[in-house]
């Protein structure tokens, strides 16, 4: 588990923690801080703090502060992930969530506290923006969203409210796994291997297009791997998460709501062709589940149970955790592949339930939490078919 704070002064880097029920503290661990100067008229400093807890135990509770002998941080706790293969993992699902008007935030924070997620996915969009008021904003964001990501791992993806000096604020606040300040990467939990990408890499080529290619080679790369008969065997489930969605049939005339997206072709087939059973996205700040579709036609399971042996990966836009751009529009007129959709602030929740069950539902908070869509997706032929690809 890697732990992450920031300060304004250097100070040394100590994580001190043990597990609950014990004593406290009775163990240490020491990391290293980096200067972040933001790129504000004001150049602020401050220090980026990353400690890394290894040898836990897994499903163990340990309650832990950080800091320094200058000055330690509130009492948290977290429980170490289970590590096994038929663990059923519980996650939020959101992006698109700001400083302002973050609606959803109070609801997932007592219910993160409640102990009903294993991980938090942020799928892109923070603070509404973290560069402003030279980074202040940042900060504050980071205070708020302190009352989860202390508790359970906040995994995150690059989203188009990042880009200023060059995702500077992104790249430097979030320490994700890989060695690609955090635009890329993926990892292994339960019975799913889960891929985090940079939609961003198709739109702001000023920062470089060789970053466009070089994620695409390690989509690749990663893609194949997690389809080797014996990874596929013991991790069915592949789910991605990128900010800008392929499909959408919001109204704002924005990326895919005016044309197809750019993100369709880099990655469209790349996904399918690898058996990918998952897409979660955000930026439209609605809620909106696809049937399986591939090449803007429908590829249900049949009519009766659309979602049991899709013959494509499904879709989930889940973008209105809340904002100061408040929530989109739809078109009236939606395509075939638009199967339920939202306008109400929410989120998303999803267990990877086991090898052969996933679960996804979308909570309206306007509703105070009621559960307004849910569908089960039932693997099939489309791991047949990635192993036959390729």
């Given amino acids: 588990m890697v732990v992450t704070w920031t300060t304004f002064n250097k100070t040394e880097s100590k994580v001190e923690y043990g597990l609950l029920g014990g004593r406290l503290f009775d163990m240490s661990a020491k990391g290293d801080a980096a200067l972040f100067v933001d790129s504000g008229e004001e150049m602020r400093k ?19 502060h950080c ?11 977290f429980t170490a992930l ?16 700001g400083n302002e008007n973050p609606q959803s935030l ?9 102990g009903m997620y294993d991980v938090i ?38 989203g188009n409210h990042e880009s200023t000096y060059n995702f500077s604020n992104y790249r430097n ?29 198709y739109f702001y080529l000023e920062f470089g297009q060789e970053l466009l290619f070089k994620q695409y080679e390690w989509l690749k790369k990663d893609l194949e791997e997690a389809n080797k008969p014996e990874n596929r065997a013991v991790r069915p489930w592949i789910i991605t998460m990128g900010h800008r969605p392929m499909y959408c049939s919001d109204d704002d005339q924005d990326d895919c709501t005016k044309f197809d997206s750019y993100v369709s072709p880099g990655l469209e087939d790349l996904f399918y062709h ?65 199967a339920f959709r939202s306008t109400d602030y929410g989120y998303t929740r999803m267990q990877v339930v086991n090898a052969t069950h996933l679960y996804l539902e979308q909570v309206s908070d306007d509703q105070y939490g009621k559960v307004i869509d849910s569908i089960w997706v039932t693997p099939g032929l489309i791991l047949f078919r990635a192993y036959l690809s390729f």
């Avoid at 800091?67 to 706790?77: A, H, K, L, R």
């Fill in 121 to 158: 996915l942020h799928v892109g969009d923070f603070a509404y923006d973290m560069h402003e008021d030279n980074a202040r904003v940042g900060d504050e964001f980071m205070r708020q969203i302190q009352s989860i990501a202390a508790y359970v791992p906040y995994m995150t993806c690059p």
């Fill in 106 to 114: 109070a609801r997932l924070q007592k219910e993160t506290q409640l």
């Fill in 67 to 77: 800091g320094s002998e200058e000055g330690w941080s509130d009492m948290f706790s």
């Fill in 46 to 64: 401050m220090y980026i703090h990353r400690v890394t807890l290894t040898d836990l135990k897994p499903t163990a509770t340990y309650v832990y």
């Fill in 274 to 338: 690898y058996g990918v059973d998952v897409e979660l996205w955000a930026h439209e700040h609605t809620y909106e589940r696809l049937w399986p579709v591939y090449g803007d036609k429908v590829y249900n399971g049949s009519k009766e149970q659309p979602y049991v042996n899709p013959k494509a990966p499904v879709h989930i836009i889940t973008g209105s955790a809340g904002c100061r751009e408040k929530t989109d529009r739809f078109n009236p007129n939606p395509k075939e592949w638009s």
């Fill in 173 to 201: 606040r979030f320490s994700m796994p890989g060695q690609t300040e955090s635009l890329w990467y993926s990892w292994n939990l339960g019975s799913a291997h889960i891929i985090s990408l940079s939609t961003e890499v």
């Fill in 82 to 97: 289970n590590d096994s293969t038929s663990f059923s993992p519980r996650f939020a699902v959101y992006g698109d969530m």
